[in-house]
């Protein structure tokens, strides 16, 4: 899995507000590489597997998207469903942990950003994946993904494996932009199913999953300066948080939970 312990050797001491700049540089004028400081000399498909970060780095990115979420998209995505009468889902007595912290970053981060760097795969293997996404955990999807997992790595034994030619880098270039804000778009529609709608207006659906599309927009960016191997970590790390919110409060404020 990632590796992440410090390599302070291998890792340049790059302060986060650095790297908060370049994602926002990056939301602005998004571009397929390259990769943040701290890159090794071995095989890319290694390199964005297996990335040499530290956890505390992706803790602070965490950190930031739970601030963010919870005092401004948070609030405004509880405020339009009360106003539109959606509700969630979730089952606050039944949390689904493997699903969150493991399938979901797995699933979701190859369905949605593997291909921001392997843009040759974007044609077979996102339609594999969202099959895989739609169908949910079983036996036949867990084969498939353990199928696609492995054709992620065929560029060690072959090496023009999903290679792009130059015209096809020039066309992707011109319209990467397009291809990262879209994922970060659908990224967050397909949390709409988190809901039950009702009658809501349609137009105020985009502002349900807010919080899903910033923290698209950061998953993205961080797959393509640090790889798919820290997106799943922090997708992981950032989906923990809420449901351990929720457990705290099942366990210690049970009244809370029959707000409302």
């Known amino acids: 899995m990632i590796d992440t312990r410090m390599h302070h050797a291998a890792v340049p001491d790059t302060r986060f507000w650095r790297e ?83 399938w979901a970053p797995i699933v979701e981060e190859m369905a949605f950003r593997f291909c921001l760097r392997r843009v ?37 034994w072959v090496a023009s494996a999903y290679r792009l030619t130059w015209a096809q880098r020039v066309r992707v270039r011109r319209y990467y932009p397009w291809l990262y804000h879209l994922s970060a778009i659908a990224f967050a529609a397909v949390h709409l199913y988190n809901f039950r709608l009702h009658e809501m207006p349609w137009l105020l659906m985009p502002f349900l999953v ?26 992981s790390i950032f989906n923990a948080g809420p449901l351990l919110v929720v457990l705290l409060i099942l366990n210690f404020a049970p009244s809370l939970t029959a707000l409302g």
């Open 20 to 102: 908060f700049t370049d994602f926002m540089r990056f939301v602005w004028r998004p571009r397929p590489g390259p990769r943040l400081p701290g890159r090794h000399a071995r095989p890319g498909v290694l390199e964005d597997f297996l990335p040499r970060l530290s956890a505390w780095r992706l803790l602070q990115w965490a950190l930031l998207l739970w601030v963010i979420n919870l005092f401004i998209f948070g609030p405004l995505a509880v405020s339009v469903a009360q106003a539109g009468g959606a509700q969630h889902r979730l089952n606050l007595h039944s949390l689904p942990w493997l699903q969150a912290l493991i």
């Open 120 to 156: 040759a795969m974007l044609w077979w293997f996102v339609p594999l994946m969202v099959i895989i996404l739609v169908f949910g955990p079983g036996v036949a999807t867990i084969l498939l993904l353990m199928i696609a997992l492995y054709l992620c790595w065929m560029p060690l």
């Open 210 to 235: 807010l919080p899903q599309w910033a923290t698209g927009l950061v998953l993205g960016w961080i797959r393509v300066r640090r790889g798919i191997g820290a997106s799943i970590l922090l997708h």
